[in-house]
């Protein structure tokens, strides 16, 4: 195979395609991952797209067809990357939300001054939702997701991956709530017994004894529901996987 027009169409269609991947994807896309490891790993995973895509590609001509023909590509590697980011995405919304039930959220506000982490949850959530995305092999899903696009052809419509979208943030903010809910419900119970506390003996400052207290029942719930972090993750990446399927189907 020579280096011609067509093998450096079917290399461009695959940057392309392969960087927006990149870009929107877990474990390169955050701002720990430095832009030349992105580069070159999307340069390599291109070069071992080009033969297969040799001879199917071919740039258009005009300026807004090529226009159009990059967009289509990168749209179709950000589709990718941000159906599998969704799993880590409700896994930090759950945290968010946790963050201001347990009372962690509260360290910016009682020291403005000081520049304390307010999403302690949230991040601890997050890193462990990735380390998890990785144990189950959501890595993976990444690389058959970008070949299975390239199989799809022109079947690929907007309205179908639009509908997958939405259909992706819905289920995903439910599965947000999943995460959340046993660690809720614990500050639910925590707050409702400092109510009943506070009304029965108005003389103790419940705000200095219950945000020890509740941050303590937080911690340990937290604990005790991490299995329901490794379910959401495992049932995430097989909600984005059936998203991508349905979307490649056309």
Not at 152 to 165: E, H, K, L, R, Y
Request: net charge neutral; with cysteine.
């Amino acid at each position: 195979m020579s280096l011609d027009s067509a093998l450096l169409a079917a290399f461009f269609a695959a940057f392309l395609r392969t960087s927006a991947m990149v870009l929107a994807a877990p474990l390169f896309g955050g701002n720990g991952t430095p832009v030349i490891v992105r580069i070159f790993f999307a340069a390599a995973l291109s070069l071992c797209l080009t033969p297969i895509l040799y001879g199917q590609v071919s740039i258009p001509s005009d300026a807004l067809s090529l226009l159009f023909f990059a967009g289509k590509e990168i749209a179709c590697g950000l589709l990718i990357g941000v159906a599998v980011q969704f799993v880590l995405w409700a896994a930090e919304i759950a945290g968010n939300f946790l963050d201001m039930q347990v009372g962690f959220g509260l360290a910016s506000v009682l020291v403005p001054n000081q520049s304390l982490p307010s999403t302690v949850i949230s991040k601890f959530k997050f890193m462990l939702a990735l380390v998890l995305l990785v144990t189950v092999n959501g890595h993976h899903l990444l690389v058959q997701a970008l070949v299975t696009s390239y199989r799809a052809g022109d079947s690929i419509t907007m309205a179908t991956a639009f509908d997958q979208v939405l259909t992706g943030l819905g289920t995903m903010s439910l599965l947000a709530i999943q995460i959340a809910a046993p660690v809720a419900a614990v500050a639910f119970v925590v707050d409702a017994s400092l109510g009943i506390v506070s009304r029965a003996v108005p003389q103790i400052n419940i705000l200095m004894v219950g945000i020890p207290g509740k941050l303590l029942a937080g911690i340990v719930a937290v604990g005790i529901a991490l299995p329901a972090l490794a379910a959401g993750v495992s049932r995430g990446v097989e909600i984005a996987a059936e998203a991508l399927g349905k979307t490649f189907a056309g």
